[in-house]
């Protein structure tokens, strides 16, 4: 995944949670985009698989949108 299409995504996302009242875990996306930043601009980070392992940072954000869904199933689901 490319760091222009999760910077696309985390926008996304942010309005998402804004809109939902959940502007509290906004910390979250921040400090993994701004680590997502960082190591993008290392070049033996570059010189790896960095398309995976950004793609392995932005799954920790789904798995983060996942849980502040409005609807929730019952105790014995979950």
Do not use: C, D, P
């Amino acid at each position: 995944m490319s760091i222009n299409s999760i910077r696309v995504f985390n926008i996304i996302f942010i309005f998402i949670m804004l809109t939902a009242g959940k502007g509290n875990f906004l910390w979250y996306i921040i400090a993994m985009h701004a680590s997502i930043e960082l190591l993008n601009r290392r070049q033996s980070y570059l010189k790896h698989s960095n398309k995976f392992y950004n793609f392995i940072f932005f799954a920790y954000e789904l798995v983060l949108l996942e849980r502040l869904r409005n609807s929730h199933f019952s105790a014995h689901t979950e």
